[in-house]
């Protein structure tokens, strides 16, 4: 902090009052004390340049403001200059004029003035600090509020037990934490003494630790012997000179779960020392700092705490087919609690297929993280039981509003299905924005998706609709913090995107930085999640589907097929499980669904096989089986040889599948 902020920061008021013509005729004690003045001289003798603001002020009757050089007692010195034009007096003699100056004042003086030190502190500059939440922030703008105003250095500590409630009770004086410093001359001598954020433990005897054990201000003298010890229990003998004649005053800053630290005040010799009054004009500086410390604070505690809720809840690790490329974004909006209820998922299923889940939970905060955390659980439950994309939000919809009984929630969401090995994806939206296609070679286009009402309202059905995907296809998912602007038409910021990707990027993470950076730059902008994918299918050679008779020759058709199929893969050593396998699932399905039948098998990531038909009932494996009985034990010959095994929904009935690993 230089020479020059403090003089321009400190500063006194002179009031005088001029006649039309420009004669002084009125001046306060203040004006008589700086200024070489006496009463009859003209303005303009005493302030160079007032003359002429001073009769525009007279000719038009409006308030003037500018910047002067005053020649005071200390010097020349830049003052504002505020001309206050006066009603028409009885006496055309009377005062006409008011000019209020704000002159710095002079170095040696700026603490001897009791009123001037009061009203520069806690009227003029520690309202600035009101709205300021960020903790390091505030120490700053404080310590630079008691520096130039009540002394020439001030440091502000806080414990850290208070900055951490996890931090363990310390035996003896407690640690602190050194947030800010600010001298008014600029001396590094200052910053490289107690540097900023260092941590601080007192002596026992210090004032420092009487200051914190019994919560009242302390007021030293420090002459030269005081000083030295001073240094010696600071293990820095530096510290001496700085000290060495200096006038020390602590402030504690207490709310009402305790102290939370003080701040150290210090007057050079060149300065009055600290006196009751100072203490007093002190104390209330610090008891109003306290409130913004706590608030600030209390804001960060819960900020930090939200944060870590929403980035345990954010995925870390997305799950699709080999053929599905996927790369995500999240971005806190601009606002001061970077936490909101965006969200993504990928999800793998059964089949070469991969759920794709995009959310934005209305409001910020912890509340909405919390509310987007059951989203994501219950959105995992629903693709674990293969519901299909507008059933799925149904259902979420339904949770939203049981969540919405006492406080109302909502929500949009955008599902997608991708199907690696039919190339075609399902989509559903619940109030979202619609998904961005682009196929290569082709312009990007959004997806026509029925609409439907965000979840939590519960107002009209879900729609699905399937679209075909080329191979190589981008999908893209957003939130509309991608897209909104405060000043600008939503459309505006679709047509931003799609430019974006007509241009086109082979690289996906380059593709959602120019995302980012070509939509929207917008400081007061929403949260932004977003989720894209390049779409492969699966090779050809990758998947058979089998046509079977419903027959009880389609067991052993199915043993033959698959026993070929494995041999031509190269999965001999599978063949065996896999035959058996086949046939359970094969002889489930003549027996009680009836129909056509169709055994597929896909090869990605594991061996999966799936057996189609035309009834809808789930089969359960039912335990308690009698062990002699001819059948009942099919299921669960899958369950035990099977890594994993389900059932999933398909619009003519329902497919079981199960799948094993690939030999290493």
Same mark, same amino acid.
């Given at each position: 902090?230089?020479?020059? =902020?403090?003089?321009?920061?400190?500063?006194?008021?002179?009031?005088?009052?001029?006649?039309?013509?420009?004669?002084?005729?009125?001046?306060? =004690?203040?004006?008589?004390?700086?200024?070489?003045?006496?009463?009859?001289?003209?303005?303009?003798?005493?302030?160079?340049?007032?003359?002429?603001? !001073?009769?525009?002020?007279?000719?038009?009757?409006?308030?003037?403001?500018?910047?002067?050089?005053?020649?005071?007692? /200390?010097?020349?010195?830049?003052?504002?200059?505020?001309?206050?034009? !006066?009603?028409?007096?009885?006496?055309?003699?009377g005062v006409?004029?008011?000019?209020?100056?704000?002159?710095?004042?002079?170095?040696?003086?700026?603490f001897?003035?009791?009123?001037?030190?009061?009203?520069?502190?806690?009227d003029?500059?520690?309202?600035?600090?009101?709205?300021?939440?960020?903790?390091?922030l505030?120490?700053?703008?404080?310590?630079?509020?008691?520096?130039p105003?009540?002394?020439?250095?001030?440091?502000?500590l806080?414990?850290?037990?208070?900055?951490?409630?996890?931090?363990?009770?310390?035996?003896?004086?407690?640690?602190?934490?050194?947030?800010?410093? &600010?001298?008014?001359?600029?001396?590094?001598?200052?910053?490289?003494a107690?540097?900023?954020?260092?941590a601080v433990?007192?002596?026992?005897?210090?004032?420092y630790?009487?200051?914190l054990?019994t919560?009242?201000?302390? *007021?030293?003298?420090?002459?030269?012997?005081?000083?030295?010890?001073?240094?010696?229990?600071?293990?820095?003998?530096?510290?001496?000179?700085?000290?060495k004649?200096?006038?020390?005053?602590? %402030?504690?800053?207490?709310e009402?779960? /305790?102290?939370?630290g @003080?701040?150290?005040?210090?007057?050079?010799?060149?300065?009055?020392?600290?006196?009751?009054?100072?203490?007093?004009?002190?104390?209330e500086?610090?008891?109003?700092?306290? #409130?913004?410390?706590?608030?600030?604070h209390?804001?960060?505690?819960?900020?930090?705490?939200?944060?870590?809720?929403?980035?345990?809840?954010?995925?870390?690790?997305?799950?699709?087919?080999?053929?599905?490329?996927?790369?995500?974004?999240?971005l806190?909006?601009?606002?001061?609690?970077e936490?909101?209820g965006?969200?993504?998922?990928?999800?793998?299923?059964?089949?070469?297929?991969?759920?794709?889940v995009?959310?934005?939970v209305?409001?910020?905060?912890? +509340?909405?993280?919390?509310?987007?955390?059951?989203?994501?659980?219950?959105?995992?439950?629903?693709?674990? !039981?293969d519901?299909p994309?507008?059933?799925?939000?149904e259902?979420?919809?339904?949770?939203?509003r049981?969540? /919405?009984? =006492?406080?109302?929630?909502?929500?949009?969401?955008?599902?997608?299905?991708?199907?690696?090995?039919?190339?075609r994806?399902?989509?559903?939206?619940?109030?979202?924005p619609?998904? %961005?296609?682009?196929?290569?070679?082709?312009p990007?286009?959004?997806?026509?998706?029925?609409?439907?009402?965000?979840?939590?309202?519960?107002?009209?059905?879900?729609?699905?609709?399937?679209?075909?995907?080329?191979?190589?296809?981008?999908?893209?998912?957003?939130?509309?913090?991608?897209?909104?602007? *405060?000043?600008?038409?939503?459309d505006v910021?679709?047509?931003?995107?799609?430019?974006?990707?007509?241009r086109?990027?082979?690289d996906?993470?380059?593709?959602c930085?120019?995302?980012?950076?070509?939509?929207?730059?917008?400081?007061q902008?929403?949260?932004? &999640?977003?989720?894209?994918?390049?779409?492969?299918? #699966?090779?050809?050679e990758?998947?058979?589907? @089998?046509?079977?008779?419903?027959?009880?020759a389609?067991?052993?058709?199915a043993?033959? %097929?698959v026993?070929?199929?494995?041999?031509?893969?190269?999965?001999?050593?599978?063949a065996?499980?896999?035959?058996l396998?086949?046939?359970?699932?094969?002889?489930?399905?003549?027996?009680h669904?009836?129909?056509?039948?169709?055994?597929?098998?896909?090869?990605?990531?594991?061996?999966?096989?799936?057996?189609?038909?035309?009834?809808?009932?789930?089969? +359960?494996?039912?335990?308690?089986?009698?062990?002699?009985?001819?059948?009942? +034990?099919?299921l669960?010959?899958?369950?035990?040889?099977?890594?994993?095994?389900?059932?999933?929904?398909?619009?003519?009935?329902?497919?079981?599948?199960?799948?094993?690993?690939?030999?290493?």
């Amino acid at each position: 902090m230089s020479h020059n =902020r403090v003089m321009e920061s400190s500063t006194r008021i002179l009031i005088l009052g001029m006649d039309s013509s420009g004669k002084v005729l009125q001046f306060d =004690r203040n004006a008589a004390a700086v200024l070489r003045i006496e009463p009859g001289v003209p303005l303009d003798e005493v302030i160079a340049g007032a003359g002429a603001p !001073l009769c525009e002020t007279v000719r038009s009757g409006r308030e003037r403001t500018v910047m002067l050089s005053v020649e005071t007692s /200390g010097g020349a010195h830049e003052a504002v200059v505020t001309l206050h034009p !006066l009603s028409a007096a009885a006496d055309p003699d009377g005062v006409a004029v008011l000019a209020l100056v704000r002159v710095p004042v002079p170095h040696a003086e700026r603490f001897v003035d009791p009123a001037l030190v009061r009203r520069a502190l806690l009227d003029d500059a520690l309202p600035r600090l009101g709205s300021t939440l960020d903790l390091d922030l505030l120490a700053r703008g404080l310590v630079e509020v008691a520096v130039p105003h009540l002394c020439n250095v001030a440091s502000l500590l806080l414990l850290e037990s208070a900055l951490d409630p996890e931090e363990p009770p310390a035996a003896g004086v407690a640690p602190m934490r050194r947030m800010a410093l &600010a001298t008014d001359d600029g001396d590094s001598a200052w910053d490289a003494a107690f540097p900023t954020g260092e941590a601080v433990v007192y002596p026992d005897d210090s004032p420092y630790a009487r200051c914190l054990a019994t919560g009242e201000p302390v *007021r030293v003298t420090l002459d030269a012997e005081s000083a030295v010890r001073l240094a010696a229990e600071w293990r820095r003998p530096p510290v001496a000179d700085l000290f060495k004649g200096a006038s020390l005053l602590l %402030l504690p800053i207490t709310e009402a779960g /305790g102290l939370l630290g @003080f701040f150290v005040c210090v007057r050079t010799p060149a300065h009055r020392p600290f006196d009751a009054y100072d203490v007093e004009v002190g104390m209330e500086f610090a008891s109003r700092a306290a #409130i913004l410390v706590e608030c600030a604070h209390r804001y960060g505690r819960e900020r930090a705490t939200a944060l870590t809720l929403q980035r345990s809840l954010l995925p870390t690790d997305l799950s699709a087919p080999a053929t599905v490329e996927l790369r995500h974004r999240y971005l806190p909006g601009g606002r001061l609690i970077e936490v909101g209820g965006d969200w993504y998922e990928a999800i793998a299923l059964p089949g070469a297929r991969v759920a794709l889940v995009v959310g934005d939970v209305a409001g910020h905060g912890v +509340r909405a993280a919390v509310t987007m955390g059951r989203l994501r659980t219950a959105i995992q439950t629903l693709a674990a !039981l293969d519901l299909p994309p507008a059933e799925a939000l149904e259902r979420l919809d339904a949770l939203m509003r049981t969540l /919405g009984e =006492r406080e109302p929630h909502f929500a949009t969401c955008a599902y997608v299905v991708y199907d690696a090995v039919s190339g075609r994806c399902e989509v559903a939206s619940a109030g979202h924005p619609p998904p %961005l296609l682009a196929a290569p070679g082709s312009p990007a286009a959004y997806l026509d998706v029925p609409p439907a009402p965000p979840l939590g309202i519960g107002d009209g059905p879900v729609v699905s609709r399937e679209f075909p995907v080329a191979d190589g296809t981008l999908l893209f998912l957003y939130t509309d913090g991608l897209v909104e602007h *405060r000043a600008r038409d939503i459309d505006v910021g679709f047509d931003r995107l799609r430019a974006v990707f007509d241009r086109g990027a082979g690289d996906l993470d380059e593709l959602c930085r120019e995302t980012l950076d070509g939509v929207f730059d917008d400081h007061q902008r929403d949260d932004i &999640a977003m989720l894209l994918a390049r779409l492969h299918r #699966i090779p050809e050679e990758d998947h058979v589907a @089998f046509a079977l008779p419903a027959e009880p020759a389609a067991a052993r058709r199915a043993r033959g %097929l698959v026993r070929e199929r494995l041999r031509r893969w190269g999965l001999g050593a599978l063949a065996d499980t896999a035959v058996l396998l086949a046939s359970e699932l094969v002889t489930n399905a003549y027996r009680h669904a009836g129909g056509p039948i169709t055994l597929r098998l896909i090869r990605e990531g594991g061996l999966v096989l799936e057996v189609f038909d035309s009834y809808d009932g789930q089969p +359960r494996v039912r335990a308690g089986e009698d062990v002699c009985a001819d059948g009942g +034990r099919g299921l669960q010959v899958v369950a035990r040889l099977s890594r994993r095994w389900g059932v999933r929904c398909t619009p003519g009935g329902k497919a079981v599948w199960c799948e094993l690993p690939l030999p290493r």
